[in-house]
């Protein structure tokens, strides 16, 4: 009797996902607990392991397709197929073949990431065509869109077609006695159609991913319910550099692990919030629940977009576990191995736009939350010191918040916390 393969229920507030990669073609054997097929939720991606050791025998969604938990996306039978019990096994499809073919002249470390996966294949492409950006050759989202979108256009085997003829195949025939409209004066050249003067003009239609249009309405919720306002300012970097240039070394020997500018900007969040205790707020209907422990989520990049992994009890962390954390988010993000339960609640999110140059911005707030801090890039500049001008490495930060639930004089007094505190951080440790 053949065992069905279900999408478990993945949290209360998903009821959507998206069948990602199959790891087994129909017809092939599989052991109990390995991994069967990829689901990509609007929050992470889950590996959906088989509950029997037996043979898939029918793949009733395919990779691409939207589902709901519940829904049967794959049969199992119990035991061995009937080709590995007579002894003999079947050869591959040829779409496997050649699947087969480009891994291996991939190298044993490209992984496509099955978003890409997806990107290539609507686009006719195979996976060796795109240029990896990811950590160990990972083919990420974006390298295959910057592959899909910069396509030549296509061409048959003979003569290449012109615009010119694409347009006569896509109006009607006409009758042969039908004159032409407009008759060229005699002894003139007949006009010749040529390739477009732009250059290849193509477009590729991708569907949104459950991240992505996640992602999509609680940003236009936020623009639309709450009233967001930003406050910026700017924080002289030369005393945490200082400190990392000295400890640095004996940090990451007794820690294992390096020490980086985002501890410092956790633990002077964490002690504004201490200070402000509005931002760490959130509006529950006609009341404001005021929270006294600090959940910080730190947006990280990964192969699915970006997510925002929350740090329970940020306030009890010591800089290392900080950086461990961050660290360990950074990479699970890229495999896609965050689990769902953290990426869920924070009362607080930063934001590090300056990992890839942005010199200055307004983050959008997660709701519910109430204020998001945004870090960018450091660049020396010339600053008045105590009446001299000096060249000094400087970042602008920046606080949006919901100005329903946060006045000004509070933003502006939060920031100016961050700030004193990252331009002295010996006061983190005395807490004053």
Known sequence: MAVELVIPEAGESITEVRVGAWRKPEGSSVALDEVLVEIETDKAAMELPAPIEGTLVKILRKEGDDASPGDVIGLLEPGASPSERDGRTEPAPA?????????ASQGPERRVMPAARRILAQGGMPPAAAVAS??????????ALRSVGHLPPTKTPTQPASAQSVRDRSQPSKPAQEPPREQPSPGAAPPVAGPSKDG??????????PLRKVVAQNLVRAQQEAALLTTFNEVDMSEVIRLRNTYGTAFQ?????????????VRAVVDALRTVPAINARLDGDNIVYREY???????????????????????????????????????????KLELSELRGGTFTISNGGIYGSMLSTPIVNPPQSG????????D?????????????????ALTYDHRLVDGREAVTFLKRVKDLVEQPERIWLQV
């Open 95 to 103: 779409g496997r073949e050649r699947s087969d073919r480009d891994a």
């Open 134 to 143: 990811g950590p160990g050759g990972r083919v990420l989202k974006e390298d």
């Open 200 to 209: 290849p003009r193509g477009e590729s239609v991708v569907p949104m991913t």
């Open 253 to 265: 020997k007794r820690h294992d692990i390096k020490l980086g500018f985002m501890s410092f900007f």
């Open 294 to 336: 600090q959940d910080i989520g730190i947006a990280v990049g990964g192969g699915r977009g970006l997510v925002v992994p929350v740090m329970r009890n940020a306030e009890t962390m010591t800089f290392a576990q900080i950086e461990k954390a961050i660290a360990d988010f950074a990479d699970r993000a890229r495999r896609n």
């Open 372 to 379: 998001i801090l945004g870090m960018h890039a450091i660049q």
């Open 381 to 397: 500049r010339a600053v008045a010191i105590e009446g001299q001008v000096a060249v000094r490495p400087m970042m602008y930060i």
